[in-house]
């Protein structure tokens, strides 16, 4: 079984700042990581995903993340912010059969001028 | 393709009521998958179709929700004897069976379901 962990509920940041979500997950196999952004009452869009190759990824709207298997993560990261970029953000894994996504809780990511 | 469609987009029930949704997901994917979100929360997998079988389900998914795929195309999802309990947004997906490169899921919008 897999489980997901997004410590943090909330990040308030400025627009142009940098930012970082972080993602912690658990997996007795091998995984797939990923990255989803939802608006409010919208479906969720794929921002980037880790399958295999280079731990470094990178994704749609200058989002990139870097995977690291021996401290179990998949941060999320954007130099800088736009008021666009306020949502919420979830991180999830799947086994290599890619059967069902299991999510975390999210982050909600609020930018302000 | 206009993406993964979900009809109808909200629905407002009495607690008692039997509920049915529509997923049509893109024309080439094969694998159709039901998850539920709850405010504050994150997706949650209900079940997933390859084709019109359904090879898996969540313990979430009572004896009061059923899912089907007759054709291998849309997929409908039914909750009988709603209860308040079940107020969530329903959120569909769908993907080609995975070989390298191309394993992501797309989403639909959803359907928010509301018993009262």
């Known amino acids: 079984a897999q489980s997901v962990t997004q410590l943090d509920s909330q990040v308030p940041v400025f627009e142009e700042a940098p930012v970082e979500l972080r993602c912690n997950y658990s997996s007795s196999v091998s995984v797939y990581l990923f990255w989803y952004v939802q608006y409010p009452n919208q479906g969720l869009q794929l921002l980037l995903k880790?399958?295999?190759?280079?731990?470094l990824v990178k994704g749609i709207n200058g989002f990139e993340a870097e995977f690291n298997k021996s401290q179990t993560s998949f941060h999320l990261r954007k130099p800088s912010v736009h008021i666009s970029d306020t949502a919420e953000y979830f991180c999830?894994?799947?086994?290599?059969?890619?059967?069902?996504?299991?999510f975390g809780t999210g982050t909600r990511l609020l930018v302000s001028p | 393709d206009t993406g993964v469609s979900q009809n109808p987009r909200h629905k407002i029930t009495k607690r008692g009521q039997n509920v049915t949704f529509r997923c049509d997901p893109i024309s080439e994917h094969n694998r159709l998958y039901w998850y539920r979100q709850t405010l504050g929360q994150g997706p949650e997998f209900l079940t997933y179709?390859?084709?019109?079988?359904?090879?898996?389900k969540s313990r979430l998914l009572s004896d009061r929700f059923s899912a089907e795929r007759p054709k291998g195309s849309f997929s409908t999802l039914e909750i009988q004897r709603t209860e308040q309990g079940d107020s969530a947004m329903y959120l569909c997906a769908s993907s080609l069976t995975p070989t390298g490169r191309n394993t992501e899921a797309f989403f639909g919008q959803g359907t928010r379901l509301t018993v009262v």
């Open positions: 179709f390859q084709n019109e079988a359904q090879l898996e």
């Open positions: 999830a894994v799947s086994s290599l059969g890619f059967q069902k996504l299991v």
């Open positions: 880790y399958l295999s190759g280079s731990t």
